[in-house]
């Protein structure tokens, strides 16, 4: 409550209190006198349109009619109109035109001592209408002119008109409302240089915390804001220069670990070779050993291929290749030839990196066999390769976050197989094709990853 009452407390929200309402009258005054004056405009027109050129008709015909008319000659006078029309003697009517119970009473009544043309508006089946009422005259004895009896009506739609008049006081409202943000524009003028700035801080802000680090503002002016662009501008260059820092540790940590792995690699292939001959406790840890060191060589060679696309340095070697052939020769070069199912029709071909596509179907299928459930099924199709599993699935809240670095769906598991890396890595490749994939869950149960590269 209190924040609320600071708002109306405003400059801005008096200003803009003021303006409104004297506009706003003002506007309101000289739309609905417009409205009403067009109004009844579209409708005399409207009414013209279809009174005057049927009496003239009935004018013109009334000349050779017989009196007192019989049946035929009612239906003939009702065809010979260009309207559809009923015509009315007494107690019998024309075989054509609508029907007199959709005359009103009163209208009809007013009709037999008429000698004018009547009408009046009316909802007929849902519809505004004009019914028109035109009296057939007989020369009296003194050449006055007096009603013969024979009764003219018709019915016509006021759709067009109606349509009109509410698509006018749609334009009045729409006129109103575009009256207002004149009289707001003065109010708003003073606050325009607060307001335009806090926005493009907000925004700025918004694009560095989605990890934009080169996001920077341009000072505009001396004040208040512009120090506060310039000093947004100075924290967003040392988060920018904090990250690159710890990015170039990361790769060159890496690297320095690369020659100590390879020889410790080397020496953990001769104790697996020897292992059978050492002492059972030995031999148990010469193994541990030996783990541990293909994982440590695993991270590491994931380290270096995440801090070479974070400094922009990977290129594509493109070449013309059999996509099926190239994602089966991937499975068989570790193994997974018997224990992944595969649909890999030959003919699909596209330019694309041949180790880089390795490197993606790895770790999908890598992924699919660590963590979901046989069967994993490999299906290439002409736009698309999918990798799918029985497993669990995916559940929601990680599904967002299975492409991020490091991300654990389980945070009280501490250690993992793979490094935490590889659909981080199986992303940016397909990123660095043009490409994408997907995650997602299957119907009956287990994950899908779809890959799309433009082959």
Known sequence: MIHRLAFWRGLRPRLMAAFTVVTL???????????????????????????????D????????????????????????????????????????????????????????????VLFQRVVADGQPSLVVGIPVLKPGENGAASPSGVEVYTISPLVGPERAITNLAQWAWIAVALV???????????????????????????ALGDGKLHTRIEPIGSDELAELARTFNSAAEALEASQAASRRFVADVSHELRTPLTAMNAVTAVLDEDAQHLPPDTAVAARLVSEETRKLT???QDLIEISRFDEARNELVLDEWDIGTAVADS???????GVVETHLPTGVTGRVDRRRLDVIVANLVGNALRHGGPPVRVVLRPDRLEVSDRGPGISPEVLPHVFDRFYKADTARTRSEGSGLGLAIAWEN???????????????????????LPW
């Open 25 to 55: 009258l003002g506007a309101v005054a000289a739309s609905g006198a417009s409205y009403a004056t067009a109004r009844n405009t579209l409708l005399d027109d409207a009414q013209n349109e279809v009174m005057n050129p049927l009496k």
């Open 57 to 116: 008709e009935v004018t013109a015909y009334a000349n050779r009619l017989e009196l007192p008319p019989t049946q035929q000659t009612l239906n003939d006078f009702a065809t010979s109109l260009q309207s559809y029309v009923v015509v009315v003697y007494q107690d019998e009517r024309s075989q054509t035109g609508p029907d007199l119970a959709s005359i009103p009473a009163e209208l009809r009544t007013e009709m037999r001592t008429s000698s004018t």
């Open 180 to 206: 207002l943000p004149l009289a707001l524009a003065l109010a708003l003028l003073a606050a325009r240089g607060v307001l335009r700035p806090v926005r493009r801080l907000g925004t700025a802000a918004r």
């Open 298 to 300: 695993r991270l590491v």
């Open 331 to 337: 499975l068989a070069a570790r193994g997974w030839t």
């Open 430 to 452: 397909a990123r660095l094709h043009g490409g994408t994939i997907e995650a997602a869950n299957r119907p009956e149960g287990g994950a899908l990853f779809v890959l799309r």
